[in-house]
């Protein structure tokens, strides 16, 4: 844990903090106070250029998240008290946390550092379907996206059933749903003999029970994998989240703060989505001893973050740390159009590209507005994490991603609304053996030449 | 200063102009009705600003704050005049195990804002809690939320105890939540299922007018 000197501080200020009515936190403190930042520091959001070249306001959203951090505090939902920090301690916190980290085991470990503006070294890519699917796909899918040679870390799939059973929320039933979640991805690690893979699990767990339940050296969630502590949008927590952070730091895995800025919500537009994603991870350094930042702001009618507005948020939020921190963050792509469609190849491309030159690391990919089970698959993740590598590896510049993002724009951004849903898991692979289909594999290919022709050099 | 000048105060969540305002309008004699008609399309607008994210929540949260103003000034009067207007009672909450509390705090604010009296139960509630919410309050609906396939279960769980207790009539039950269905609501004997906030007043409005 990144800041466990200050843990059990913290866990009071839980307790003793400053008093207010849960119903006036985000109405008369957060929402005005961003309002006010957002002005005083002049951001403003232009939709010509969903991945901007501003360095300037880079650092203004920088300094107008950590001054919301230090003004409006986070607000613990059970005690109904502030927990606040003072510049000192984010000063601290920043000073003391790593750049780098080596994650997962043995040959299968690497190594995740922090990226800059424009860098030249690809970024650490993370896989995941980010949905819910039949419990008899979830192993195959597990393998597929294991199979997929960039992958540096998983999120596997999540369980609604487990030996037949529905899984109900903090029961019994959960706790062996969690099980089972974990034992399939790494057994789908081990008989690929990757055995080590970085692993974020597990997404069934849904109470902090669940999540204690697999921690375990030897058959379940290692000290070389990770797990995730939610927030509740925007800036608050419950002890149940607390318990989770707690328990991570002492149990000895990586810390990840799971985060998503709604952009229509208490944030409002643009402006204020980008600094509160970038002060959320001021909060999972300080308040969850959180290694990492996973951020995946979204809209709030889309629940995705392909359109303009969200990815000159990302952008903005991505450069805004990487040039004034030293934090390790993934952006996590939301797309409207579900598995085996052009449309989602090309937003997942676009959120790649766009997040990997503005300073972030990906996390790949949420698809058909992350509602419908089984609709997800590795094939698009791969796309979009390949186009991630290539503007690396080429040392491509925001300008010139930014006209590429505008040209793939204009083929789907009119489409949001009416996004295609798509195939299903098992339509677009062949579930024994994890592999793509023909059609699919097809479809895939026909996109990237296309991103190609735009300039990518991709690097195989 | 006129009702059009309300409407204005109203529609960028100008509380405490929007009642002075409507306290001097009501003093010299202007009418309740017309005024809390106007006032109602006024929030249909503001609503259809919010549902093309033209305006964003903290906005709509103004307004409907101005506009709740501007009712308790006119309560007295619309009394008198023979218009008091609830459209129904809620109460509303995600259900047990769920923490997912963003689409709720939609629905109870396009409800609040379109006349209806809506307490408001929080996430993560026990169904015994929603029936005995509503019976305190006297509600005409029990509307719950649940966004995760492993929650859902609760909402049914919530008409099982109003039926167990005798009570399944007194109480209309409306569910809804990205992962329930019209498909989920017939399943469960739910009385209403609405896909999304939006539409949720008008069709709760109808199901009262129906059973009535
Ligand atoms: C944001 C989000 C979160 C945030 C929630 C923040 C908060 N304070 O609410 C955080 C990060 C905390 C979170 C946590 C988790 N989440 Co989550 N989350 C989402 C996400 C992406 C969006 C939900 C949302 O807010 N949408 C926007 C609102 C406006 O839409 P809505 O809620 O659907 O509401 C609209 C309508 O449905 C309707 N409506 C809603 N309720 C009601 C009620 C009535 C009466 C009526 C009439 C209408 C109505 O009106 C609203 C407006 O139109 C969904 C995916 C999705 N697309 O839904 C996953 C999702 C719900 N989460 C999921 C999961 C698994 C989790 C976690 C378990 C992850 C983890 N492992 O930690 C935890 C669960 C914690 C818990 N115990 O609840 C899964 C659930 C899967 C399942 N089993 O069904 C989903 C579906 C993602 C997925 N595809 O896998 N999550």
Redesign the pocket.
Known sequence: MATAYRLWEILERARTGRFMDEDDFLPKRFTPTLKKLIKQYEIKYDPKNPCPSDDAMADRIWQAAWDLFRDVGYYNTDSHRIIEVTDAEIKEALYMANDQYWVGGGKDARLWKHRTVEDKTPPFCIMSP???VDEKYHQSMCMAYLKEPLLDGLCGP?L?ETFGHL?E??GPSEISGCIQHIYNQKMAARLLGRPGTFMVA??????DSGQIAVSDDNWGVQKTDSR?V????EF?TAD??LNRALHYAQYGCFTGN???A?YG?WCGGSEGTAVTTVAYSLIGLMIHGAIYNQH?P?H??Y?SNTTRELLWAISMAGQAMARNSKLLYTSNG?ANAGPMTEMLFRETAVHAMVSTVSGWHLWEM?SA?????NRATPLEARLGIEAGHAVANQGMSRAEVNEIANRLLATYEDHAVDAPMGSEYQECYDVAKAVPTQEHLDMYRRIKDEIAALGVKFPY | MSLEQLSKFVEDGESDSARELAETLLVNGANPIEMIEMLTRTMAHVGELFAKLDIFLPEIMMAGDALGGVVKVLGPYLEKAGGRQCKGKVV?G?VK????????N??KLLLETSGFVVKDLG??VDPLTFVKEAETMGADFI??????????PRQKEIIEILKDKGIRDKFKV???????SQLWADKIGAD?????????PER?VSILETSH
């Open positions: 980010d949905i819910t999540i609604e899984i929320s903090g597990v997404g069934t767990a849904e109470h995730l939610g927030s509740l949008t608050k149940t989240l799971l985060t998503g709604i919500g995946f979204f709030l009618n629940c939301f949420a507005r992350n509602k419908y089970r | 509303i995600v195990g769920d923490l997912h509390e963003i689409g709720k939609i629905v996430y993560d509307a719950s939320s649940s966004l995760m396939t492993t929650t859902m409306v569910i809804g939540g990205a992962p329930t209403l299922y609405c896909y999304d906030a939006k539409s949720a709760m």
